[in-house]
């Protein structure tokens, strides 16, 4: 096992009716003036905003509050945020909402802790970030595990870029979650969830490092308990003990709990990340799409990893790792298509000419200067290749 420093200095506030505790946090938390972050109307419409707000007011907590925060995240917006509310005293950010409004409240909160630079510069690696304001988050979606991890990605409209910034300053003081909250989500919605949430897991669990007894079995446990109340959910949206396993699975596997001890990968998140800021797919999808072609194209540097992944997870009791590994891959593509999720580009965006790839995996390089994941580090020719084998 690596060394490792492991601190997780968010509280969660986990049950029915919580989010009416808001105030309270942040007034626990040191907030005394606080920018509201939502999406979209239904935080609206069904009341929540009202109650979250309310719970303010009852705290004599000063509040402005900025929504239409979209899926993918963008720059301009939040950038408009700052600039909006840059000397009006605020000091605290509360995102109401998954992890595009949590990501947008931690980019925010960067920005003004740091005068004159602008927001983007932080995602694109020409600013270093050195402090942010406080932020909380009150979670409807079990998704991005954004209320406790340390990272935040935005879009940036104009180039299609999509970027990530992981520091400490970006973990939320504290994390409010309803399951209950969750009942009215499209389907679409809980399948990406559910995506997202294997996927931080698994980006952690394909690694060079691959012999930490506890983290593994972590790991491989909060991928069962993923798959199987993902289902449960999918046909009963309104179970709150799926509901509930689901969204606390969401914040354990981004709070790097399951990585702990080993060298992160996340090839598949930067992979997915350039086709969804090229074509704005969801987060998840652009992820279902990626993995099974990923792990093709990596398993023969260690087929006994995806054998183990295939034994522990999956319950498949091949002896043999190549034949194993394989049977791994197909069952993991059979529940993302059980649960609705796309496995090709021709599935969402159709089949696209060579020239996207081409620019896919340009993208994903930084135009041929870095190579990703520690699995099997691949490079932008890897990278084309990869985008290729989805490309239909």
């Not at 979250?52 to 408009?80: F, M, Y």
């Not at 504290?174 to 969750?182: D, G, H, R, S, Y």
């Not at 194209?297 to 498949?316: L, Q, S, T």
Request: glycine fraction near 10%; proline fraction near 5%; hydrophobic fraction near 40%.
């Amino acid at each position: 096992m690596n060394s490792f420093t492991y601190c997780i200095p968010t509280k969660v506030i986990f049950g029915p009716g919580t989010e009416t505790q808001a105030g309270k946090a942040v007034r626990e938390a040191g907030g005394t003036s606080v920018l509201v972050v939502y999406g979209g109307g239904s935080a609206v419409k069904s009341g929540l905003l009202a109650r979250v707000t309310a719970s303010l007011d009852a705290e004599g907590l000063p509040w402005q509050a900025v929504g239409g925060v979209q899926p993918n995240p963008l720059v301009d917006l939040a950038q408009q945020a700052v600039d909006r509310v840059r000397g009006t005293g605020v000091d605290f950010l509360l995102a109401v909402g998954g992890g595009s409004v949590i990501d947008t409240a931690k980019a925010i909160a960067i920005t003004l802790a740091h005068d004159g630079i602008p927001l983007w510069d932080f995602f694109c690696g020409k600013a270093k970030v050195t402090g942010a304001l406080s932020v909380g988050a009150v979670l409807t979606i079990a998704a991005a595990g954004s209320e406790t991890s340390d990272s935040a990605v935005m879009t940036n409209g104009s180039t299609h870029e999509k970027r990530g910034v992981n520091t400490p300053f970006n973990r939320p003081r504290f994390a409010i979650m309803n399951p209950e909250l969750t009942y009215t989500l499209p389907p679409r919605q809980t399948a990406c969830g559910i995506t997202d949430i294997m996927m931080h897991t698994m980006d952690r669990y394909f690694t060079c490092d691959s012999d930490n007894a506890l983290t593994d079995a972590l790991a491989e446990a909060l991928l069962r308990t993923t798959i199987h109340y993902g289902r449960v959910a999918m046909a009963q949206p309104e179970d709150y003990k799926a509901r509930s396993e689901l969204m606390w699975c969401g914040s354990l596997s981004h709070n790097d709990l399951t990585g702990l001890g080993q060298t992160k990968d996340f090839s598949v998140h930067q992979l997915g990340h350039e086709i969804s800021g090229m074509f704005d797919l969801p987060h998840g999808e652009s992820l279902s799409i990626m993995w099974p072609a990923w792990a093709r194209y990596v398993c023969p540097a260690d087929p006994a990893r995806f054998a183990r992944f295939a034994r522990e997870v999956w319950g498949i009791a091949e002896e043999d790792d190549e034949k194993a590994a394989e049977l791994g891959i197909q069952a993991t593509e059979n529940y993302f298509r059980e649960i609705g999720m796309p496995l090709t580009l021709g599935d969402r965006v159709g089949v696209q000419g060579a020239e996207v790839l081409t620019e896919l995996a340009r993208g994903c390089s930084r135009s041929g200067s870095r190579r990703v994941g520690v699995f099997r580090p691949i490079d932008q020719e890897d990278m084309y290749r990869i985008y290729a084998m989805v490309n239909r």
